[in-house]
């Protein structure tokens, strides 16, 4: 589970359901995870597939989301999830308003 | 995967890691989930579990979101929550600004 700082910040949410074509999922996927944490204002991300997938990415600012979004690499992937691996996706784009959290 | 209005509307995210003790884990969350779908201004839920857990429920306003929070029986689960089924949890309260989707 990551840890982010005190909001405000933003959140991307990704709820996706998978096609059975996996080419190039795994390796651009990982790809794209080593790039999203060079960028500026990345935060962290959170996910997890058991059917459904969810990712939830962490980013700063709208600023840091949008130059993400428009990386090539990001974009190439893209046009592959549409074509390829994905059934069905959306991306929610959300202002972190407050946070708490609980640890034993 | 849940269809959600046009956006602004509340996303309540939920990332948790589990203990071994699922003791009313079910039945209890069970029941949350259907007063959850009673309450005015509760728009979906999607949840997965893989080790890690995120759930994300959907909500009109922050309103809504309060008075759910405010439910008895949820504020007794949240307890039996950190006595028993969780070793962490965080909690973020975030207002989706934009949504757009994929779908074959």
């Known amino acids: 589970m990551v840890q982010t700082p005190q909001p405000p910040y933003y959140a991307v949410i990704f709820t996706s359901l998978r096609t059975d074509n996996s080419e190039g999922y795994n390796e651009i996927g990982d790809k794209l995870d080593e790039i999203a944490k060079e960028y500026k204002g990345f935060l962290g991300m959170d996910s997890v597939r058991n059917g459904l997938g969810i990712s939830i990415s962490y980013w700063k600012n709208m600023e840091s989301i949008k130059a993400w979004k428009a990386n090539a690499d990001h ?15 959306n991306v929610r784009i959300a202002l972190v308003e407050r946070e708490y959290g609980f640890e034993k």
């Open 75 to 89: 974009i190439i992937a893209m046009q592959f999830g549409k074509e390829k691996w994905y059934k069905q996706y």
